[in-house]
């Protein structure tokens, strides 16, 4: 353990023992003060689903029963957006309450081997950072992490168990996660094999009959991991636990289990895909892209009768979101990458663009919260809220308050309809892939630039979402005022990231 690594710990538990048993922005709210009635949080993250793929946002042909039946027994998140456009970001503004303009992971990078050629897993977390795992688990909680994590390879510094998980299982790295019957999982710092003959996640069939049992094996990671966190339920029942369930669906390649595809109609599919914007091929592929979120949708259900069977279900605060918008579209005149055809599925509803986008349909995701007795069932919030609200929020639920700025607010006055009015920062995403890109949310009106990493850097867009949620109304010629407050902001809010850079012309 680094010497910084220990300074860091040694501040934290000085700042939680020396902190009141509530945070400062809790006085008055009612704060559970006892360490035997603090909720336990169960935090589920779905990996590339869309604002609109849930029959609680408006979807009529995927069946989402059990994700449905959460957003009705808690409160559902109109205008809530995620940390960043892709995976690994996106999780990196999730765990430490910064957002992409201070994170120290903006982008998918992986790690490389001493020779050079890729490693399995992404660019580390940092010694220094400080992770919500690590405040839950000084506060006396279990931690737990099950599904994708994508934020450091074991044994580095963004190994989830030096980040305050004291179990991880699942893929550490996002690359392996492309597979549904991988080599094998991580419990901690021990390689689990799965299966002998694992299936890859990209492969091309030109020609010939595409068969859905010629891309499985043995051992399906979704069902194991589903396991794993009933698993972990059951055995901290008796104790608070953080639970953070980073589940991989619907990201791509398509594996759902045959019996989800064969309960969609057939009549969907008129031809298979072939692996020609990537991933794997599959005979039917829009009933396979339903029935991965239909299975994601049963982790859910599982997740939720595993608390109701050890009787803590009410004292359990779930939330349920996603990482990023629909994977994006491919040259395919069809077919997305991976398969994916977001248009016949209405992915997104109207709002504009995909995956790896700053706009609305790359970063605007679901988010449910259910509370029972705290946050009202049948509610619904058109507030806006972002990723790095989560920190602050789950701090003030436990009752803790770490030392150092964070970039979110707690959503808690808001959840328990004690305030509608919660923010007083603009929201801010830096995104140094697909061309550079750059978003500022002032209120109502969100800015944009584009391709600041190209030789001509797009202008600067501004959109008034109260009106234009699918941005298609470009106001700048109009309201420079707010490209400058855009400009002022992103100056103040951008720390140097040489490993991720990015550079917003001063035009």
Known sequence: MSPRFQMRRALLILALASAPVFCRAAAGRNPVNSVAARPNVVFIMADDLGWGELGCYGQRKIRTPNIDRLASQGMRFTQYYSGAPVCAPSRNVLMTGLHTGHTPIRGNLPVRNPDGTVGEGQHPIPDESLTIAEVFKEAGYATGAIGKWGLGPVGSTGDPNRQGFDLFFGYNCQSVAHSYYPPHLWRNNQKIPINSHPIPGNERLPTGEVRLEDFQADTYSSDVMEAEAVRFIEQNAKRPFFLYLPFIEPHVAMHPP?????????????????????????????????????????????????????????????????????????????????GVDARFFNSTRELRAYKGSVYEGGIRVPFIVRW????????????????PDHFATLCEVIGKRPAGERDGVSLLPLLTRKSESVRRKPMVWVFPEYGGQVAVRLGDFKVVRQQLKTQQPGPWEVYDLSRDPGETEDLSSTRRDLIEQAKTTLRAEMSANPRFPVTVPDL
């Open 372 to 387: 029972p007795g705290r946050v009202p069932a049948k509610s619904t919030s058109l507030t806006p809220a972002y990723a």
């Open 258 to 338: 045959k019996r989800l595809v064969d309960s969609y109609p057939a009549s969907w599919d008129d031809q298979p895909y072939r692996g020609q914007s990537g991933y794997l091929p599959h005979p039917r592929p829009r009933a396979a892209y339903a029935a991965m979120i239909t299975n994601l949708d049963e982790h859910v259900g599982k997740v939720m009768h595993a608390l109701k069977k050890q009787g803590i279900e009410k004292n359990t605060l779930v939330v349920f979101t996603s990482d990023n918008g629909t994977t994006h579209m491919a040259k395919d005149p069809v077919y997305g990458i991976g």
